[in-house]
């Protein structure tokens, strides 16, 4: 088959990987692009992590948090253009979005469309009425609810309204201090460091075969012998976990501990996130 040189070109910006490796990949995988990137990495090449933000359309990612922090709402609302995106009305509707979410509770985004916003209109409605306005197409494309048990919710949108985080903060013992603090600290780090999950037992079972298999495959490429291959992705399998859950990362703010550690310290600990790259 053909594969494009923008194709190509896609796959070395998205990866960090030479030109003739990305081609041969994309080959290989009969042009499935996210088959390339599995390829590329059980042949022991150096993929770049952060593929968040590959393709992101336009828009904001808008917050709300209800009085008592017992639960927040976050919201993508997308436009194509980042000057509509900084529009005022663009992001007076993107916030009042969230605040309708947090308040009614839609089960999926079907039901949010149906509820009354202003003016005897519908999101949904509204939505359409924008576009024409605008001139550029307005949607609403994902939100989410958490609700805390116990404990708090912690909002957090990055400058520019790029990405947004949501965290479940508990007290552990008789601690917790300012549960709001450091749930804007592990907040932070969710947004720098896109974790899969808060902690190893999270992370989906999918993934950690994926990575089981890729570990095996990498050392059987290395040469290593095969009665050593499990224990060689095991090991593999621990140095992911170090670098992609949430809990066991090093904490941004001061390496010498890791997030986990750092919680320990505030006698608090996170029970789950939800982080919003816009596009991701």
């Not at 900084?86 to 992001?91: I, M, P, Q, T, Y």
């Not at 609810?145 to 508990?170: I, Q, S």
């Not at 050392?219 to 399998?237: H, M, S, V, Y």
């Amino acid at each position: 088959m053909t594969i494009s040189a923008s194709d190509v070109a896609r796959l070395r910006e998205t990866t960090g990987v030479g030109m003739m490796d990305c081609k041969k990949a994309l080959v290989e995988a009969e042009g499935d692009f996210d088959k390339a990137i599995e390829l590329l990495r059980m042949k022991g090449q150096k993929v770049a992590a952060n593929r968040a933000d590959r393709e992101a359309k336009e828009g904001v990612i808008a917050v709300a948090t209800a009085p008592d922090r017992s639960a927040a709402a976050i919201a993508e609302v997308n436009a194509e253009t980042d000057f509509v995106a900084r529009n005022a009305d663009f992001a007076t509707f993107a916030q009042d979005v969230a605040d309708v979410i947090l308040r009614e509770r839609p089960a999926d985004l079907d039901a949010l469309r149906a509820l009354p916003y202003k003016d005897g209109r519908t999101i949904g409605e509204t939505v359409s009425d924008l576009t024409g306005k605008i001139g550029e197409k307005i949607d609403v494309r994902r939100f989410a609810l958490v609700e805390a048990e116990g404990g708090e919710v912690v909002a957090y949108v990055h400058p520019g309204a790029k990405l947004g985080v949501l965290v479940e903060m508990a007290a552990t013992g008789d601690g917790g201090g300012d549960l709001q603090a450091t749930g804007r600290d592990v907040a932070m780090q969710a947004a720098a460091m896109n974790p899969v999950a808060a902690r190893r037992e999270d992370v989906p079972a999918e993934i950690q075969q994926k990575e089981l298999e890729i570990g095996r495959e990498q050392a059987r490429n290395e040469g290593k012998p095969e009665q050593i291959l499990d224990k060689i992705a095991q090991g593999k399998l621990e140095r992911y976990y170090k670098d992609h859950v949430l809990t066991e990362q090093a904490f941004v703010k001061d390496a010498s501990m890791t997030v986990r550690q750092m919680l320990d310290a505030q006698k608090a600990e996170v029970r789950r996130f939800v982080r919003f790259a816009l596009g991701g």
